[in-house]
Structures are given as C-alpha cells and as structure tokens.
C-alpha cells in the first residue's frame, strides 16, 4: 500500500505542492499502522494455517516460530516502506544508500551475536531483522527532522493528515492489490512445491530459486523505483516529453542489464547449488532451474519498468487488473498444468510463472504504447492541484463548488493550455473498462475562467537535461538497497 506514494508524493514534488509530501506520508503511516495489526494476527497463527494447507509438519512449525518473532518487525517495516518513498518521490536517495549500509553492517554483527553466540537459532534471525528494521527507522527518522533537504516537504505532524485518508486508501489498494498479485503468485508456487511426490527436495529447490530471483530482482526494484520518480515528478510538473524520455531511457536500461544477468545466471548454473546446500542432488536440480531463473529475471526487469511507469501515471488500477489476469488466469493454471500432469516437477511450477509473466509484460507494453503524455501530464499535474485545494478547502469558501470534468491540452502557438470540458471515457477504456485513474475535480473558479494557464512544454534541451537526470538516479537507486517486497 505504501506504493500509493510514488504516484501522489510523486506528483505533488513535480508540481511543487512540497507541503503535501509530508501529509500524504502521514496518511501512509497511519493506514499501514493499523493495517499491521491484522496482519500480525496472521503471522501468529502462521502455523496452524501452512498444516491446514498441507505442508510439512516440520517445516510448518519452524515458519510459524520465525514468523511469531518477525511480529515487531511489521511495524518498522509499514514506517520504513513510508520513509522510503518519502525521500525516494524527492530523488533525495544517497541518505537512504548511506542510513541503508549502516544498518546492513549492524544487521551481520547483531544476526551474529544473537544466533551464533547466544544461540537463540532461527528466533534470533528474526530478532536481528526486527532490530535492524527499526534502527533504519530510527536513523530516516532523525535525517527527516533535521534535514534541511526535508525543510519544505517535512512540516511536522499535523491535524490535516486525519482527513481524507479516505482517498488515499482509494490508490492504496489497488497499489497494495498490484505488487501483492504478483508477489503471492511466486510464495504459492513454493507451497505448491510442497504437494509434490518429494516435498523437501522439490522446497528446498524452489525456495533457493526464488530467493536468487528476489536477488536480481532488487536490481530491477530499483529500475522501476527510479522511472517511477521521474516519471511522476515530470508529470506533476506537466512536462510529457520529460515523462516519455524517462520511460524510454529505462527501457534500453532494462535491456542493458538484463542480458548480462541472464547470460551470467546461465555460466554460473553448475556451481550456484553449491553456496546453498552441499548435497549433490540439490545442486543438480539447480542447474537445471537456472535457465528458467534467467528467463524470468529478463522479463521481471522489463515488468519492473512498465509497472514503475504505471505507478508513476497512477494507474494501479489497471495494473492490478492485469496481474490478476497475467498470475491467476494463465500463470498459476499453467504450473499446475505442468507440474501436476505434464509431471515437470518443479521446474513446471516455474514455467507457469514464466508464462504468467510473459502476459503480464505483453500487457503492460500495449497500455504504455497507447499512453498519451500529454494526457496524462495533465492528469498529474491536476491530481497534485486537487489535493491541495482539498488541504485548504476549509479556509477558502471560493473552493467548495466543483465541477466533474476532464482536463485536456489545447494547442495554442508553442504552448498547452487547459479547458473545462464535459468527462470522457478513460484514455484505456478499450483496454479495461472503468479502472483508469478517478477523474479530479476542477474548482469552480476554473469553471468560471473557462481556462487554466498550462505548463509549457519542454525545450529539447529540457528534455535532454531529464534524460541525464534519469540516468543519474538510475545509478542511485541501483546501488541503493531498494525497499523490500
């Protein structure tokens, strides 16, 4: 749910509402606060819910015990994930690269002293990740206060934060429902490794593939963390050609990295088994699953970049949408095709994810494709306005009358301006009916001008100073820990 942020901090930095930063993050915090007591309710009785799913005994219990103790953690993770993209939405990453390498170094010494030398086992990693979780908080925390970088969009607590949280909600969900389609379309795939005629072999295999998934998948986290900044920051500042130059540079970044990955995850197959286990017969196995794994890594970071956009256009809507169709209508079927009857074991879990993947990115390229900037650039551009005129809607009686319309460019000369027309369907109506991004309201006093002064659009030269911009905080969020899944 805290994805909901890199669309409306996003936004409202591009458009220069700074003070909306810090009460969308507050709205954050509180809805992800109290989203975690639920979710520690599940946690608890993770146990008991693995057994009534058929899983091992064994391996049941010890996931239920570390999960007991990761509690705690849920709620320096709902902060961090807020803090994050806080400064994340600002381009303002070193900090979170420097604060992110200290608490990494503090992780290994108290993960050491307390599985090691006290002993506590798997309690003790959980124990260590909770204590590391809130030290990153902690370290943001005090950053974000004394900053003078966070001057303009950290104002302090406020009372305007209790108010519509209702609308951030309205984006968070479907954020939430996006990234979690996707995310459980994988952890199902290593419960379903658990239903196969050698569960340990066939887990433990799975569980050392995703996690080398989720390792070069970071990398392709911080490719999309990177063009969702810019490209919402462009469109709060109603710049499209800075948004679509954005886009376009992460694209070519996206293949750059993705076939040296493959090619690499491809070399390295016969001896990758061996940093996990030292038994030869998961080593075998995992030099089978590799050329699987670099498929997968090669299209999750093309998916990474066509969903970072969509967050940046807000679009989340439709992105959970089309995750629901790409993981649950082709992807989950096609494993269980191939696992259960075409007995592919493992290695047909994972081609079902492939093929759920392949969807999706196909998917996503056709929206991007059909994407009008210039559209969407005002779209943004007046989701920033309309959260501001909604924080000081109370002490301006001028604002209360709206009118539902749609924004859209007119050409004038050189430059866009802005007209008050009847709505029209959604820009991907022909796509998916009805989950595009709410339509905003235009205040009564544009009503009554018949017309906004727009941005201009970007000199080339604008436009080429973004595109350096983009590959500057590429290369930032790269070798920056990105948020965890």
Known sequence: MGSALETLCGQAY????????????????????????PLSLIWYYTTTILI?????????????????????????????????RFLQTQNNVIPMLIISGITALLHVLVCWVL??????????????????????????AIYVKVSPACMKTWTGFSKESLHDILSFIKLAVPSAIMICLEYWSFEMVVLLSGLL??????????????????????????????????????????CPNGGRLAFSVMITVAISEGAPVGITTIMVRNV?????????????????????????????????????????CGWQNLCAFINLGAYYVVGIPS????????????????????????????ALVIVNICTDWNHESFDGRHLSQGADRQHHKGSNPQLQQSVRSTAH?????????????????????????????????LSGEEKGSGAAAAPT??????????????????????????PSP
């Not at 989720?214 to 911080?222: A, D, E, F, L, T």
């Open 14 to 37: 591009g458009a220069k509402q700074y003070h909306m930063l810090g009460l969308h993050t507050q709205r954050a915090m509180l809805t992800l606060l109290a989203l975690s007591i």
């Open 52 to 84: 009534a799913l058929g899983q091992d005994h064994e391996i049941s219990t010890e996931a239920g015990v570390f999960n007991c103790w990761m509690i705690p953690s849920l709620l320096a993770f709902a902060l961090l994930q807020c803090l994050n």
């Open 115 to 140: 599985v090691f030398r006290i002993a506590l086992g798997i309690k003790g990693s959980a124990l260590a990740i909770t204590i590391s979780n809130w030290v990153n908080v902690l370290l943001l």
């Open 197 to 238: 005629p050698n569960p340990k072999l066939e887990t433990s295999v799975l569980s050392i593939s995703l996690n080398t998934c989720w390792m070069v998948y970071m990398i392709s986290v911080g490719l999309g963390g990177a063009v969702s900044t810019r490209v919402s920051n462009e469109l709060g500042a109603g």
């Open 272 to 312: 990758w088994g061996k940093l996990y286990s030292n038994e030869e017969e998961v080593v075998r196995y995992v030099a089978k699953m590799m050329p699987l794994l670099a498929l997968s890594d090669f299209l999750d970071g093309f998916q990474c970049v066509l969903s970072g956009a969509a967050r940046g």
């Open 335 to 362: 494993a269980l095709l191939f696992a259960f009857v075409f007995h592919f074991g493992g290695k047909g879990l994972w081609m079902g994810i492939i093929c759920g993947l392949s969807v999706q990115v196909m």
């Open 409 to 441: 460019p007119k050409r004038e000369g050189d430059h866009l301006t802005l007209q008050s027309q009847p709505r029209r369907p959604p820009r991907v109506q022909a796509l998916l009916p009805d989950v595009s991004r709410p339509y905003l309201e």
């Open 457 to 482: 659009s970007r000199a080339s030269c604008k436009d080429l100073q973004s595109g350096f911009n983009t590959i500057y905080w590429t290369l930032a969020f790269l070798i920056s820990p990105p």
